[in-house]
């Protein structure tokens, strides 16, 4: 079964611009969530989607946003790109809701790669 | 939120040396999940051991859920092994929240 893919994989923007980062789910998963890894703050989580309804919601700006779409593959999209957003960007992907203990797994894919200058 | 963290920060190893890496967490928790971050970046799934004992090779873990920690052992270890660790958690909903690491480098 193929894991979590990310798109792209490595990507430079200058700030102001906007950009969107794409994810596939394993196969079957339906929760979505995306985390930020940056040197300064470590992972920090950023949204979930279960269902193409965003279900939980970390502490960033409105500028980070998200989506889900009916076959489970989400994108984020972060506007007004500021330096400060620069980090590797993981989407990771489970199974069933949360809830159900036996079905929280997350599976991480490589992870995009975004530098602001 | 839920707090977590994880010692020692830096672990320095001699091929073929065991090591104990720990989490603590603050709260009651539905996951508890260990990983091993490449040079590439990807979260390898170590472990799913929200409680319990559990085996992998050379890598077993131990969640004591009711004293809110858990502990990653690595026995044998090998340069292969060098790598940051994570432990992540999580409550009711689906988030984790993740430790800051314990950065491992074995040396031949």
């Known amino acids: 079964k193929a894991g979590v893919t990310q798109t792209p994989r490595y990507l430079i923007k200058t700030r102001g611009q906007q950009v969107t980062l794409s994810c596939s789910p394993i196969s079957g998963h339906r929760s979505v969530s995306w985390y930020q890894q940056t040197p300064g703050q470590g992972l920090q989580f950023l949204f979930e989607y279960f269902s193409e309804t965003q279900r939980n919601k970390g502490n960033f700006p409105g500028r980070f946003s998200g989506r889900q779409f009916s076959n489970s593959r989400s994108e984020m999209n972060v506007s007004t790109l500021e330096l400060g957003d620069s980090a590797l960007y993981l989407c990771a992907s489970s199974l069933d809701p949360a809830g159900v203990k036996a079905y929280n797994e997350q599976f991480f894919g490589p992870g995009t790669r975004l530098t602001v200058l | 939120g839920i707090q977590v963290e994880q010692s020692p920060p830096d672990l320095i190893l001699q091929e073929g040396a065991n090591s104990t890496l720990r989490c603590n967490f603050s709260d009651s928790v539905n996951n508890l999940q260990w990983f091993h971050q490449n040079p590439w970046g990807q979260l390898i799934n170590l472990f799913y051991i929200p409680s319990g004992t559990k085996q992998n090779g050379r890598l077993s873990a131990t969640t004591v859920a009711t004293e809110r920690y858990s502990l990653l052992y690595i026995s044998s270890s090998q340069t292969t092994d060098s790598g940051v660790y994570f432990c992540?958690?999580?409550?009711?909903?689906?988030?984790?929240?993740f430790g800051t690491g314990t950065r491992l480098q074995v040396t031949l």
């Open positions: 992540a958690v999580a409550g009711t909903a689906s988030k984790l929240t």
